[in-house]
């Protein structure tokens, strides 16, 4: 069974700063593209931040220039450096990946349990 799992969200203050972790388990063939999205109440979940598996990224506007995605494949874990926290920011945050395991190499997205993220003004 594969698993994503995320740590690292919780209460901070504006202008403050937190790291998002997100390490996926299990029977892993390979890992494409992993993400973070996010949800506030009333709104769609939206794409905050993703990366592929060569290191390329791309960001949602609203936090480019404040967030970092990064990832360590040896460890088979997504990060998100999260600066200059604004109260708008407030959300759950997602872990997302594309994943192939063992059974039969085939890739599948699959999705974290959510972290919360608030940001107080």
């Known amino acids: 069974q594969v698993q994503l799992v995320e740590s690292g969200g919780g209460l901070v203050q504006a202008g403050g700063s937190l790291r998002l972790s997100c390490a996926a388990s299990g029977s892993i063939f390979s890992i494409n593209a992993m993400g973070w999205y996010r949800q506030a109440p009333g709104k769609q979940r939206e794409l905050v931040a993703a990366?592929?598996?060569?290191?390329?990224?791309n960001y949602v506007d609203s936090v480019k220039g404040r967030f970092t995605i990064s990832r360590d494949n040896a460890k088979k874990t997504v990060y998100l450096q999260m600066n200059s926290l604004k109260p708008e920011d407030t959300a759950v945050y997602y872990c997302?990946?594309?994943?192939?395991?063992?059974?039969?190499?085939?890739?599948?997205?699959?999705w974290g349990q959510g972290t919360q993220v608030t940001v107080s003004s």
């Open positions: 997302n990946a594309d994943i192939a395991d063992w059974r039969d190499l085939r890739f599948r997205e699959y």
């Open positions: 990366i592929t598996s060569g290191g390329s990224t």
